[in-house]
């Protein structure tokens, strides 16, 4: 098994610095820089590609504290209101996925001129190629702050409870979770582990869905093809382990990230299954030149001939 330990920490003056900060500041500067140099690559407009990321992030960092808010601590919500303004607290990666989408649509419809579908889906098919390059060091960064944490088990890629930290952590979120009794005995108990759900996320991304989407990339793809291979690596995956959860909200036995994964893959399935049935495997149209809407002209009529 793995062994447990703490969160490291770095104390700066009155400032404390945690492994989970600044992995996390690395996931999102690594992931800006990243998709900024495969745009360029992919001859798109690097300031468009900037601009998008900008969106993405604003509003996917707005959407991972609400939804994490409203869905998993709806109690502690009702108790202390002023919650929902501390946005750098309780976070969901469900919350920032379904934010950042929506940081794209309104980018597409209000920043933007208005460009075709095949020009959409080559700027959200870079952020779909780069979100598991950067979400693997967000996961490493809950792997360091073990705040995904699962059930006790004897799984040979759990960590360890052998130690006094590690149990007196697992007993607190049985504590909390109001399943203390279910723990096994002394001295069972500090001969299993627990499953660190973030730890097993950055295995499967590490060890999957990185290396796939390595060997995918050695030829050319028609726009749109990274954001259905992520949806297919991924959602089953997240959707399954969050079974394994311990104490979070959970409605008719499903967990909102599990009520997201799901909403996520119907959603793309039937936008695929759609273009099929419509476009049938015509070529696609070329891409038209994109622009940013300059301010106060995001309600500009459309040219002749553009898809909106």
Known sequence: MIPYFEQPSLKVGPLTLHAFGALVALAVVGGYLLAARRARAKSLDPAVMESLLSWVLGIGFIGAHLFAVVVYFPGELRAHPW?????????????????????????????????????????????????????????????????????????????SLRTEPARRYIIGVYKEAGLVS?????????????????WYEFLYLIGVVVPTFLLLDRRARRPGFFVVWLVALYLPVRFGLDFLRVGDARYLGLTPGQYAAAAMGVFVIGYVLNRRRVHGFRAEPASSPVALVPQGRAGEVPEHGEDT
């Open 182 to 198: 279910g723990l096994p005995r002394m001295p069972a108990l500090a001969g299993m582990g627990f499953h660190d759900l973030g």
């Open 83 to 159: 919650m929902i303004l501390r946005f750098w607290e309780n976070l969901s990666s469900f919350g920032g996925v379904l934010g950042g989408a929506l940081g794209a649509a309104l980018f597409f419809r209000f920043r933007l001129r208005p460009v075709n579908a095949v020009s959409r889906r080559s700027y959200l098919d870079v952020l779909a190629f780069v979100l598991p390059f950067a979400w693997l060091f967000g996961r490493l960064a809950c792997t360091f702050a073990h705040d995904h944490p699962g059930w006790v088990t004897s799984f040979p890629l759990a960590v």
